[in-house]
């Protein structure tokens, strides 16, 4: 059996590897194209897969003849909302205008119908797999309603599997959303025959927007037993040196556009950092961290035991740090899984994260709770902060959904879809024709 998996970004590499992985060991192949930037062709996930008999791994630029590449490019860039900015975002709106859908479609065609079939032959059966594909993607949803539409007349399967996990149990958590009603960053989810979420907490993002009957609930590929330990066999050697603080703190801070209260955490820094023997390490989000104020203060900067990570990867970060401060990230559910501290700086933003649902001895409700939890690390230690119980309430429910066995689920559900479907289109072809024309 035969899969085509679409990358784009730090975080689907990351979610979406393992299953790669589970797959090729299955006896199965692939063809794995990576569409976002460039340099990730030098993650060492993506250099992992390169190694694996049955994948054939390609950056997108280096399939597509240059000129089909920069039209398509060019289009996917004036089609991004990110780029719908002061000063940017007229000119993309004007370049989109004249570039309308009519003309953008014979470029979706040509990338689409080439890319699939440089994979799949015509009697061919097999599969096609992005990530979650959300109103704010770097990659426009028009362009994979073709692929997708392609994709079904050669009777291939599509899905759309996690680049992520909920970090939140709420839902009014980005700046100005104000009603409680369905979010419709995840509203086009409906255009795959199957969407894969890792748990319930999860799958409330899809569920007003699809048949029950699209939502897989299958675990966490990412945080589970199978993937974690094979995952350290090839990690490659941490750049961090431990050094002799007696106390090794790490924060991870979530993207900008999520409801933070900065003040209260730039407060918060400098609590922790009034210890004699702490050494606190601030971590920005992966993607839009430069534009968090909290960053940007130099007063901060300036403290001997406070620093700001760089290109790091959170994983070392999380190895060599005692204790971990929230603003919830999924990241974080690493770090559960091996029993080490993760205090969920809940007051410190807008939402409920998931940690402090499962785990409430994980909450930090106002700055005096951080004070007497850092002084109890260093008077006894940083054991006993989970009641166990919780813990694995938190283990099963959110990421070994079903059992430890996650990946051959994410294995078997391939596999079903690339059984013949009887010309069976469970995909309404409405939901194609309505889609936005970015993501």
């Known amino acids: 059996m035969k899969a085509l998996f679409f990358l784009r970004h730090y975080n689907d590499i990351d979610h979406i590897t393992p299953v790669i992985y589970k797959w090729v060991g299955a006896g199965h192949t692939c063809d794995v194209v990576l569409i976002g930037n460039s340099r990730f062709r030098g993650d060492y996930r993506i250099q992992f897969l390169k190694k694996l008999k049955g994948v054939r791994l390609d950056y997108i630029g280096d399939v597509l003849p240059p000129f089909e590449f920069f039209m398509w490019f060019f289009q996917t860039l004036i089609l991004i909302r990110s780029l719908r900015r002061p000063f940017i975002g007229p000119v993309m709106v004007y370049l989109a205008g004249i570039f309308d859908a009519k003309r953008r479609e014979p470029v979706w065609q ?15 059966e097999g599969v096609v797999v992005f990530d979650w594909i959300e109103r704010n993607s770097s990659i426009c949803v ?12 050669m009777g291939l399967g599509t899905i759309s599997l996690p680049h992520g996990d909920s970090p939140h149990a709420s839902q009014l958590i980005r700046r100005r959303e104000l009603r409680l009603e369905p979010d419709t960053t995840f509203a086009n989810a409906g255009i795959f025959e199957k969407v894969v979420v890792p748990n319930e907490l999860c799958s409330v993002r899809f569920r007003p927007f699809m048949d029950n009957t699209k939502l897989m609930v299958l675990g966490s590929p990412r945080y589970c037993d199978e993937w974690l330990e094979k995952l350290a066999t090839f990690m490659p050697p941490s750049p961090l040196v431990r050094s002799d603080s007696q106390l090794k703190v790490v924060m991870f801070l979530r993207k900008s556009n999520f409801s933070t209260f900065w003040e209260e955490v730039g407060e918060v820094v400098r609590v922790i950092a009034s210890f004699p023997g702490v050494e606190l390490v601030i971590k920005p989000h992966t993607r839009g961290g430069w534009q968090q104020s909290l960053t940007k203060d130099i007063s901060l900067r300036r403290m001997p035991n406070v620093s700001v990570a760089g290109n790091v990867h959170s994983i070392y970060l999380m190895n060599w740090a005692d204790v971990i401060i929230d603003l919830a990230t999924s990241v974080v559910f690493e770090a559960v899984k091996g029993g080490k501290p993760v205090m969920a700086g809940d007051y410190l933003h807008a939402g409920r994260s998931a940690l402090a649902e499962f785990m409430p001895e994980t909450e930090l409700r106002c700055r005096d709770d951080v004070y007497k939890h850092i002084q109890g690390f260093l008077d006894h230690g940083c054991n006993s902060f989970y009641i166990e119980e919780h813990r694995q309430r938190f283990i099963r429910e959110m ?3 079903g059992g430890k066995d996650v990946l051959s689920r994410y294995v078997a559900l391939l ?8 010309g069976e289109v469970s995909v309404d072809e409405r939901d194609i024709v309505s889609a936005p024309a970015s993501a």
Do not use: C, M, Y
Request: a positive charge; glycine letters at 2%.
């Open 110 to 124: 040509s990338t689409a119908r080439r890319l699939l079939t440089r994979s799949f032959g015509r009697h061919d």
């Open 415 to 422: 596999e079903e879809q690339v059984r013949p479907k009887s």
């Open 399 to 401: 990421i070994d959904v």
């Open 142 to 153: 028009e362009w994979v309603s073709i692929v997708l539409a392609n994709a079904r007349e």
